[in-house]
C-alpha cells in the first residue's frame, strides 16, 4: 500500500512540475510575442524602400480605424492591418482622420500615412510664398 501511496505522490509532484514549467513556457512565449508587437508599434518600417508605388486610396467619414487598417493591408500599403489600427489610435491623430482621397505610397511608413490622412501637411503654394522683393 505504501509503494501505491509513494507513486501516486510522484505522479502529482511530476504533474505539478509539468505543469509550471508549461506556465512558464508559455508566459516566456507570450511576453516576447506582446514586446515585438509592442516595438513595432512605434518602430515599423515602411513596406518598400524608395521610390514605392503610389496608391489612391479614398477614406470615408464613417470609416473605423480598423477599416481603414484593412484597406491599407489590401492595397499593399501597411503589413499589418490589426498594427496599424493601434498606431492610429495610440497617435496624436487619432480622431483627426478626414474623409477625402488619398494619394500614398508604399515607402511611407504607417505615422506618415496618418500624418496625410489628418491633413496636417504643410504644402507651399505661390500665394504662400514671399520673393523679398519689396514694391
Excluded: C
Excluded at 508549461?22 to 511576453?31: G, R, T, V
Excluded at 506618415?112 to 507651399?124: L, N
Aim: glycine share 8%.
Amino acid at each position: 500500500m505504501n509503494v501505491n501511496k509513494a507513486l501516486i505522490a510522484f505522479i502529482k509532484a511530476g504533474i505539478a512540475v509539468i505543469f509550471i514549467l508549461l506556465i512558464i513556457y508559455m508566459a516566456m512565449h507570450f511576453s516576447g510575442v506582446g514586446f515585438d508587437f509592442g516595438y513595432r508599434i512605434f518602430t515599423e518600417s515602411a513596406v518598400d524602400k524608395a521610390p514605392g508605388t503610389d496608391v489612391v486610396v479614398q477614406i470615408k467619414g464613417d470609416m473605423s480605424a480598423a477599416e481603414i487598417g484593412e484597406m491599407l493591408e489590401e492595397k499593399g500599403l501597411v503589413r499589418d492591418a490589426k498594427l496599424f489600427e493601434l498606431q492610429l489610435k495610440l497617435s496624436a491623430y487619432s480622431k483627426k482622420v478626414k474623409a477625402g482621397m488619398y494619394t500614398l505610397n508604399t515607402s511611407q511608413t504607417a505615422k506618415d500615412m496618418i500624418v496625410i490622412m489628418s491633413g496636417d501637411t504643410v504644402e507651399s503654394t505661390e500665394e504662400t510664398q514671399t520673393t523679398g522683393e519689396s514694391k
